[in-house]
DNA sequence: CAGTATCCGAGTCGATACTG
DNA sequence: CAGTATCGACTCGGATACTG
């Protein structure tokens, strides 16, 4: 066992862990969450929308995103080049299930701040 | 912006990035897994139980855990030391959100199978 | 426009040994 | 029993420059 996270130990058997092994990333969710918001998206768009992404990692992370069925590339063979990013249904399923995880979370930040307030 | 994951670039405005940053970490998962089966358990109980996890780690994320309100400690003043774990009411809540991620993992899971097979 | 290539730093985790 | 302490390794991501 020497990956840094348990879960790829278990991807085979554990669905949780699969499903946080491809959410798990620096750049996913943004990518994901802008193709959510946006729909479709190119390359320098997604670029400009992402705050702070260099190409190396957006090219790097749409790869590993569109490896896992999670969102959609178009490419079209015109001059100059133009690609097309989109969530699949997959990753549009993906977008419910979190809601529910964001949910958790607003409670859990909001119970932070009462007991700041002591 | 030189954190490793960019969620933590936004923890006060985004509950999403809230949660996943609570549930990030090689060990913690099992940990809340382990005490969701076992409700009450030991030190060393939690430690035979997962897999490889040293007392470094263990000591280490349970503590975290417990910081982020997700683990309750219980420490009796007697010899030899007794303490007891368990997940707090927004853990068990925290469960019912990864169960929703969980089922999308098996989803996606089986439709990699499918494809494999052609 | 939409990418690649290379090199490097920071953080996380593991191994091992020790303690109230 | 239930932890701490130290140090090194590995991986991920950042910066920068280049290309069809």
Chains 1, 2 share one sequence.
Do not use: F, H
């Not at 992370?61 to 097309?84: A, C, F, H, N, W």
């Not at 977008?95 to 009462?114: F, P, R, T, Y």
């Amino acid at each position: 066992m020497n990956s840094k996270k348990v879960y790829k130990s278990c991807l085979d058997n554990c669905p949780l862990a699969y499903a946080l092994n491809i959410i798990d990333g620096k750049w996913r969710l943004p990518i994901i969450w802008a193709l959510n918001k946006n729909k479709i998206m190119r390359y320098n768009e997604l670029k400009r929308d992402i705050d702070g992404i260099t190409n190396m990692m957006l090219t790097q992370t749409s790869k590993e995103l569109e490896s896992y069925g999670i969102i959609d590339r178009k490419q079209y063979m015109e001059i100059p080049p133009r690609v097309e990013y989109s969530l699949t249904e997959s990753g549009q399923d993906l977008i419910v299930a979190l809601k529910e995880l964001a949910n958790w979370g607003k409670n859990m930040q909001s119970n932070d701040k009462l007991s700041d307030m002591g």
